[in-house]
């Protein structure tokens, strides 16, 4: 029986950037993989019993979904605490889950935080345009 994963639902236009006046909960239909991430550690943490597979299961996506969505929590802690309280004008649906996933590609923490606060720059002079 061949195994079919449902993907993580994104915005319809991605291309939209949001604005500071825009709220991200009426813009997307479906939580940024990070706050999944945060929500599956939480639930991981507080359940002994719970494992990926099961939250796989659940949510209808592969395991290797699920571990991919988790490794977000890898990235250096002042960058999850940005993305958990982003700088204005940004919102959290800013950084898309490709971009952060690159983030990740940098196995230096030195060059992760550089990287980032190119990626910061960069969406700010998008947001103010």
């Known amino acids: ?6 993907p993580i639902p994104f915005p319809p236009d991605a291309s939209h950037t949001p604005q500071a006046t825009d709220n991200p909960e009426q813009l997307y239909s479906a939580p940024h993989p990070f706050q999944l991430a945060l929500r599956w550690h939480q639930e991981l943490t507080g359940n002994s019993q719970l494992t990926k597979a099961c939250i796989a299961k659940r949510e209808g996506l592969s395991r290797a979904r699920v571990t991919q969505v988790m490794n977000l929590l890898q990235l250096p802690e002042t960058i999850q605490e940005q993305l958990q309280n982003p700088p204005p004008p940004l919102n ?16 230096d923490p ?8 190119r990626l910061l720059d960069e969406l700010r002079h998008c947001a103010e345009n």
Not at 92 to 107: D, I, T
Not at 110 to 117: A, F, G, I, R, S
Request: proline share 3%; glycine share 4%.
């Open 110 to 117: 030195v060059l992760q935080l550089h990287d980032w606060q």
């Open 92 to 107: 959290l649906y800013a950084f898309n889950e490709r971009r952060l996933r690159k983030l990740l590609g940098q196995n």
């Open 1 to 6: 029986m061949p195994f079919v994963a449902r």
